[in-house]
C-alpha cells in the first residue's frame, strides 16, 4: 500500500494536465493511510501547503489534527487530500476544468485505499459531488453518490474564520465516529484455496 501511495503521489507531483502547475510551486499529492478507511478531500493547498508540499499544514490543518484528536484518530491513521493538487493563483476557488483535470487522481486514490467514507472539508469539496447543494443543511450525515459513501462537513478554515461554526463542525467530527463505529470495512478478499501437493495430485487423478 505504501509503495503504492508513493508511487501515485510522484505521478501527480509530474502532473501538468492543467495550468495550475505552472504557477504553483509544487503540487500537493496528499498523504496518510488506508488504516481508518477515512479519506478527507478538502478543496486546494494554500500558501502553506504550496510550500511543504503537504495537506493542512495551516491553521486549518491544526485545528484538523484537534478534532480528528477528539474522535480518537490522528492524521497517520487517514488519508488527506485536495480536490486540486496544485495551489490556485491567490488562493482563488479552482475553476470547473481544473476540478475536472484532477478527478483521475481522486479515482486513482479511491482505488488504492478503497474507503468507506470521503469526507468532504467545505462547500467547494461538496459540491464535486453534489453541486448546488447547501451544506449547512447536509453537514453531519452519509450520503451516498455513485456507489461512494459522502460525508460533508464544514471547513476548518471557516470555523477559523466563523468561530460560531466551531461547535457545529465538533459535533460533525462526534457524528463521524458514530458513523465509523456502525459503518462495516469493505469486505477483504477471499484467500485463495491452497494447491494440492504432487502426491495429491496423483492421488486425485487416479
Known amino acids: 500500500m505504501d509503495d503504492t501511495l508513493a508511487a501515485l503521489a510522484d505521478e501527480i507531483r509530474a502532473c501538468t494536465a492543467c495550468p ?10 496528499g498523504e496518510g493511510s488506508a488504516e481508518s478507511g477515512i479519506l478527507f478531500l478538502g478543496e486546494a493547498p494554500g500558501y502553506n501547503e504550496d510550500v511543504q508540499g503537504r495537506p493542512f499544514v495551516g491553521a486549518a490543518g491544526q485545528l484538523l489534527d484537534q ?6 484518530l490522528d492524521r497517520s491513521k487517514v488519508f488527506i487530500t485536495n480536490v486540486v493538487r496544485h495551489r490556485p493563483p491567490e488562493n482563488r476557488d479552482p475553476l470547473p476544468e481544473e476540478v475536472a483535470a484532477c478527478h ?10 478503497k474507503p468507506k467514507v470521503v469526507v468532504t472539508l467545505g462547500r467547494h469539496a461538496m459540491y464535486k459531488f ?12 452519509a450520503r451516498k453518490k455513485d456507489g461512494i459513501t459522502i460525508f460533508p462537513v464544514f471547513h476548518p478554515a471557516a470555523a477559523l474564520h466563523q468561530p460560531s461554526l466551531r461547535a457545529d ?8 465516529a458514530t458513523f465509523l463505529e456502525t ?24
Open 67 to 72: 478534532l480528528l484528536s477528539g474522535i480518537g
Open 20 to 29: 495550475l502547475h505552472r504557477s504553483a510551486r509544487q503540487a500537493v499529492p
Open 183 to 206: 459503518a462495516p470495512r469493505p469486505a477483504a478478499p477471499a484467500p485463495e484455496p491452497p494447491k494440492a501437493t504432487p502426491a495429491e495430485q496423483m492421488t486425485l487423478l487416479g
Open 104 to 113: 483521475v487522481w481522486f479515482e486513482r486514490h479511491l482505488l488504492a485505499l
Open 169 to 176: 463542525l465538533e459535533k460533525d467530527f462526534q457524528a463521524l
Open 130 to 141: 453534489f453541486p448546488g447543494e447547501s451544506i449547512s443543511r447536509v453537514h453531519g450525515h
